[in-house]
Structures are given as C-alpha cells and as structure tokens.
C-alpha cells in the first residue's frame, strides 16, 4: 500500500472533510484527490454530503478492519511492495520461491524479511521462512483469494468468478469440451487470453481445486484424456503452478489405488457416473499370447519395439501393466489391420479391447525422443514368429523414454530400473544427441524425473547436477531472445540469483549473450550473429 493510503485510514477514524485531511497530512490537494478516489475504489473508505461538505470516513468492511488491526500495531507492514510479500507467505517458502512468486529483488525480499523477523511477524525454519503473526497470516490468505485469483506470475493468472469476465476459460469450464460433461456453477478463467493446451486446462483444474469432488473430476478429466497428453508438459506445468504433489498423489492413485486425496470408493462412485474404469492389469502369459495371436493375423512382417510397462513385466520386473506401449518402424497400415481384425476399436493410434489398451508410436514417442539406430542394437528379441517380431529396448532406454512420458506410474516404474543398475552416462549421451538433432529441450524432463528420484526415494544419479547446469544454461538461452532483467530471469527459471548469475556470465564469456546497462538496471539479450 502507498504510505499516503495509510496515512489517510490511520487518520479516519471519524468523518474528516478533505480540507481536514490536506492540513493534517500536510499534501496537496490533488495528490490527496488521487489518493482518496484510490481509497474508494477499494472500498476501504466511503464519503457523504452534508450540506455542500463531503465528509469522508472508513467504509464497513472486514478486510479493512483486518489491515487496520495490522497497521496499528507497526504502520510499516504493509508499506510500499510488502503486502506482495505476505501474500506469499501464508505457507513456508524458500528464498528463491519467494523471488519466483513475487518478482521482487532479492535485496528488497531480504531487507522485508529483516524488517518482519525484528517485528516478530516472520520466522526462518529449514531454510524456509513463514508467517508467525495470527493476524498477518489471516490477511496472507485474503490477499491470496482476493479478486478470485488464485495464482498469479507477472502478468499471468488464474481467476475463479461468479460472473463471465475477461479472460480464457479453463479447467471446469472446458471439460464439457473434452468429454466429460460436468455442469460448473462458477467460471474458470486464465489471464491474459490465450488458446490453452489440454496439459494448461487439466493442471488449472488442480490448481483450481478445493474440495474431494473437483479433485476426483479433474483425475476422471485426466483418464479420459492422458492420451491426448504430454506427461513432459504435465510436470513443466505442476511445478510452474506448485501442484506438483497433487500430480503426484493423483498419479500414486492411479497406480497403486490409494492416496491422501480420496478414497477408492469415492472415486469409483463417480467414475461409475461418467462410465470410466480403471482397467485391469496383464500379466506375462496374457502379454505372450496376445503376440502369438496377433502373428497369426499379420499377413506382411512387422517389427514391434516394447518401450514401457510391457517391456518390464516380460523382463520379470513388474507382475502386470495396463497398457502395451510399442514404437512401430514401418507397416503400421499392417498392424492396424490385424489389430482390427482381433477386435480392437481405434482412435488415432490408440487400440483398446476390454482390458487391453495398446499405444502406437510412429519412430518418435510423443513428438519427442525417436528410436534410435543405437536403441534398435541394443534391443533384444522377444518374440519372433512367422510374422511379428518384438523386442524389448534396454533398461536405459525405457528409463528414458518414461521420463519424456511423465505418465501414472512412470517414476515408480524409474525407481524399479534405477534399483537395478542403469549406465547413466549412457542415458545421458543418447539424450544430449537427440536434442542436438531436433533442437528440442528434451533432457529438461530427464532432469525433473530424475529431482523427483531423489526427492521422494533418495536415489541420487550422478548426472543430476550436470543435467541441472546443462538445462538452466539453456533455457537461458531460449527466454532470452528478448532483453531481460537478472530478476525477470529469476523469476521465470525459478532458480537462485547467484545461479543465475553464474551462468550468465558462462554465456557471456561463451559469446553466447551480451550485457546491456541502461542507467542502474542490466538487461542481458542473445548476442546477434
């Protein structure tokens, strides 16, 4: 809040004129003018006429009340950019969270915190500082559901509305769109508009979230529609909107059938409305007879790659999977046919028959990584019948692959194969040259997979830092094909400032970047060629 805003509801604590007020704060007349209309816009104060006089006074409102209680006790706690601050802080956050959420320097986060800590509002724990103060605390939350936004990055947000307002709809709003007719009483918008993807429109929903109800729609949201999605983008976007452990919780449900969420009786009496199962898993014998049979339906030879949790049940690593994930070279027109012929109905690439669910890629699995010359040497046959030939691509390769999928029970499928001894150099060389081919970023999702490995099970691979060095430098690279500022980077890698930094001046040394100073403010653009 301004100072001069302050001022003003600290001194209204009856009806003043605004010559009053002009005499008693000492500032001019149109500078209060402004300031006054500010106020009333907020709904903090309000003004009546008695006789040719406007008198104005503080306004009946609970929010006000709250932030006068605050400022009484320290008029400072709410000056200037520290409401950004607080707002923030109603649960534990880290320096560079905080620098992330709020685009504030990390000088002037450092110098609020101080400032709160000496006051008693604050407190450090584990390297995370949160709110101590009930009533702070109290106006922490309000300040975060004020308006109806939910979360907001820059320019960016996510609002709740009861009314049609500005903006894109999302989440709830847009289910009906995407099979799953629901009838939402409110409106679900992101700002600023745009055409949102279907990974933006389910991690919203979480986002979204308060109740069992909308958790247990936005998982029946994510089942009728994970084919259509990118498990990659999934994670990106969970850990840009912090519902990360909701992703995860919903994923642990879908695997292993309980999580902290829901029960599997609530889920199951809502999913029986929509009519969506879970399927039912197939084990090693079902997997080889099901090849036996489709080799007698194939009339040209097809040669299968096993990718996912298929490869692992054949390899004794898993008792059962769902799905049979499987990365075709050429007659896939001839795998269409015999699938057809043995019942299955198809969309796009996607064959399902009773509990059976088969997803075919095309060289490359999700627009991502693509089937290598070295993968294909390092597969071992399966199955080689009259046919059909399968073969099962190599420990690291599934590793790799499942971290770009970023499916249900993909990272536990990471930790079984990471238990079991993985060459990670490999891994991490067979990633680097793919990315150098397509141009894409592709080792970012290795990245997140292989933090959560060591989050959530302490399994710590010893290409970890490298990858994190390796994938910070470029996305620098990527974001700054337009000026930014050290804090703008900051905020939207959502690393340290000493990080960045660092690597900032890597690239400058590289000849990579080059450094622009405008008055006291450095902006760093991708050097031109």
Known sequence: MKKSEIKILLSLEEGKTQEDLEKELRVSKSYLSKTLKSLLKKGFIKVERRGKRKFYSLAENPFLELILKILRKNPRILEGKREILLAKLNEPKSLAQLQAE???????????????QSLGITEKTNGKFRILDKDVERLAELL?????????KGKECLIESEKPREGSLTAFSLFPSYNLKIFPDRFYYYYPKKRLSIEEIFIHSLKFSKTKQQLILAT????????????SKLKILAKKYQVSFLLNQIFQFLTKKECNLFSYKEF???????????????TKAELKNFFKELDKKLEKKVKL?????????????????KDIDVIVEKNLAELKKGLISMGFKFSENIFEKKNLRIDVFRKRV????????????????????????????????????KTYAGREGDLEDCKILAEKGLDWNKILQ??????????????????????????????RAPILRFLEHHCTKNLLKI????????????????????????ILKELEEEGEVVRIKEGRVFKFKKRKL
């Not at 002037?108 to 101080?114: C, G, S, W």
């Not at 000026?483 to 690393?495: A, M, N, Q, R, Y």
Request: proline share 3%; charged share 30%.
């Open 479 to 502: 974001v700054l094909k337009e000026e930014k500022t050290v804090k703008e980077l900051v905020s939207l890698l959502e690393k340290p400032e000493p990080t960045i930094r660092k």
């Open 268 to 282: 199951m009496e809502k999913a029986k409305e929509y009519g969506i199962t879970l399927g039912t898993p197939n």
């Open 144 to 152: 975060k559901i004020k308006k109806g936004v939910v979360w907001e």
């Open 366 to 401: 999700l627009g991502g990584y693509r089937l290598s010359k070295r993968m294909k040497k390092d597969a071992e046959p399966f199955y080689l019948g009259n046919k059909l030939e399968v073969y099962l691509l190599s420990n690291e390769d599934v590793f790799l692959l």
């Open 305 to 321: 790659y096993l990718i996912g949790g298929a490869n692992m049940v054949l390899k004794n690593m898993k008792i059962s999977t």
């Open 102 to 116: 709020t685009n504030l320097s990390l000088k002037q986060i450092l110098e609020y915190l101080k400032e709160f």
């Open 430 to 459: 067979e990633a680097l040259e793919q990315e150098k081919q397509s141009g894409k970023l592709l080792s970012i999702s290795l990245l997140d997979t292989l933090d959560d490995l060591y989050k959530i099970y302490k399994i």
């Open 220 to 231: 029946l949201f994510y089942l009728k529609n994970k084919y259509r999605m990118e498990g």
